[in-house]
């Protein structure tokens, strides 16, 4: 017999539910009437129907596992001037799907996630939102003992690559109705083709692959490029063990348990390319019996190189300020001298922009003016930098310090002033200017991030 694709789900009961942030823009595009919002809502006590937990399945690390939200509930769909949403509250207690884990989540760690979405959406990555980090008055054993905490998760989705491949090995009797679905929900563009799984692969990935140069661009490191953990909207989610690279540095990792980077900065293109076959064969059953072939879809995937590439230079110019097509030189040459001097990668593109904007002796150095020669020759276009270069990333010892300060001072002034920067991350602004400062180098070789915390 066919397998679920979800459990109907009871959020735990939780006192004294405490709101401790709450995003304004993001009840504005919901339509929500947010003095109508309590903690009670928020935390899943005041339901309007019993949520779910999906079942889905996974490559983690490599290896095939069947998973599901093990401390997740979806508590449904809204549907706001044509837009779909998923509402969905993470940590609100055990699953079917919890294995051993308690379903639980520390107040430090969904604060994290969502600073970070935060962030990513005003870089205008497209990501999961986040509506409200709520504190319960639990206790929870992590590495240390926090309270525990409710984030208020918005997607479009949270179907992945993985609930695809659960679909296919554990209820392939409703691979096809299921794809229909997923395509009429989020593609419904292709109803109508009878090419529709080859389109529906296609577009996929490339809005993974716009994802993925997207993370490029600024520096992200997602950390935990599962399968599970893949939108097939292109949205960037689960922020677990992310961080931002300041340093460049190809080889970046912050995960504990990466021990290999196999998720590592420079290696989230070829694991998106791994991930998309993943995907492509838990479509493959598809293509027996319909008009298109398997064969067509390899062939999409067969391109995935040229067309990543070309994203990501097109992407590289933009920052560059570079107009016309072509100067791939230039962009090599500029990505050479990152990987040798391993300096700051948003700041050296503000000083490309802004000369003498840092006072660092890396940018005096006779190699960084050959840089800026070179790439002033082609490019330096203003306005096409102002839109690709962040003046503000969420710098990792920044989060850290904010989320101890909270932690262990119920003091959230730090929290709110990094969320209030990461507002505008396009803007500059004087008074904030300290906000652009990299870390010690030392800070970043030692920082740890941490998955299920
Ligand atoms: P990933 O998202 O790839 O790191 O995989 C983590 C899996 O473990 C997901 O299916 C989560 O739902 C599950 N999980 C993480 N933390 C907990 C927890 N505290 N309790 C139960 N399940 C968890
Ligand atoms: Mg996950």
Not at 213 to 235: A, P, Q
Not at 350 to 363: K, R
């Given at each position: ?182 395509i009429?929900?989020?593609y419904p563009h292709l109803n109508n083709s009878?090419?529709k799984?080859?389109e529906f692969?296609?577009e ?250």
């Amino acid at each position: 017999m066919d397998a679920k694709l979800y459990s109907r789900v009871t959020p735990e009961q939780v006192d004294n539910p405490d709101i401790l942030v709450f995003n304004r823009a993001l009840s504005d595009d919901l339509g929500i009437d947010t003095e109508e919002i309590t903690g009670q809502i928020l935390s899943g006590q005041d339901l309007l129907e019993e949520p779910i937990a999906q079942a889905y399945a996974g490559h983690q690390y490599g290896s095939f596992t069947v998973l599901g939200d093990g401390r997740a509930m979806i508590l449904g769909e809204h549907v706001h001037n044509g837009n779909r949403y998923d509402i969905q509250l993470k940590g609100s207690g055990r699953t079917p799907y919890s294995g051993r884990g308690d379903g639980k989540a520390t107040v430090s760690s969904m604060l994290r996630e969502y600073l970070y979405s935060y962030a990513m959406a005003n870089l205008r990555i497209n990501t999961s939102r986040s509506l409200a980090v709520v504190e319960t008055d639990e206790s929870i054993e992590r590495r240390q003992t926090e309270p525990g905490a409710i984030l208020v998760r918005v997607m479009n989705s949270h179907i992945r690559y993985g609930t695809f491949q659960y679909v296919a090995s554990r209820a392939p009797g409703e691979l096809e109705a299921f794809t229909e679905y997923v395509i009429d929900r989020h593609y419904p563009h292709l109803n109508n083709s009878d090419r529709k799984y080859v389109e529906f692969f296609d577009e996929v990935m490339e809005a993974s692959v716009e994802m993925v140069v997207d993370w490029l661009r600024v520096g992200f490191i997602h950390g935990v490029m599962n399968t599970d953990n893949m939108s097939i909207d292109g949205e960037t989610f689960d922020y677990g063990p992310c961080a931002f690279m300041n340093y460049y540095d190809e080889d970046a990792v912050f995960s504990s348990i990466d021990k290999h980077g196999r998720y590592a900065f420079g290696n989230q293109q070829k694991i998106l390319k791994w991930n998309l076959e993943r995907f492509a064969e838990s479509l493959e059953p598809l293509c027996s019996d319909s008009t298109v072939t398997f064969d067509e879809i390899q062939a999409k995937l067969d391109s995935f190189e040229d067309i990543f590439e070309a994203k990501y230079y097109t992407m590289m110019r933009q920052k560059l300020g570079i107009t016309s097509d072509g100067a791939e030189a230039v962009v090599d040459e500029v990505l050479d001298w990152l990987r040798t001097s391993g300096a700051d990668y948003t700041n050296t593109f503000l000083e490309l922009e802004n000369p003498g904007s840092f006072d660092d002796p890396i940018y005096s150095s006779p190699e960084f003016e050959q840089i800026q020669e070179k790439v002033a020759e082609v490019g330096l276009d203003e306005n096409l930098m102002k839109q690709a270069n962040p003046r503000y990333i969420p710098r990792n010892y920044l989060v850290e310090n904010a989320l101890t300060q909270y932690v262990e001072g119920k003091d959230l002034s730090r929290f709110k002033a990094l969320l209030n920067v990461l507002q505008n991350p396009y803007e500059s602004n004087e008074a904030t200017s300290r906000f652009q400062e990299p870390p010690p180098k030392e800070f970043d070789s030692e920082y740890t991030t941490y998955c299920n915390t």
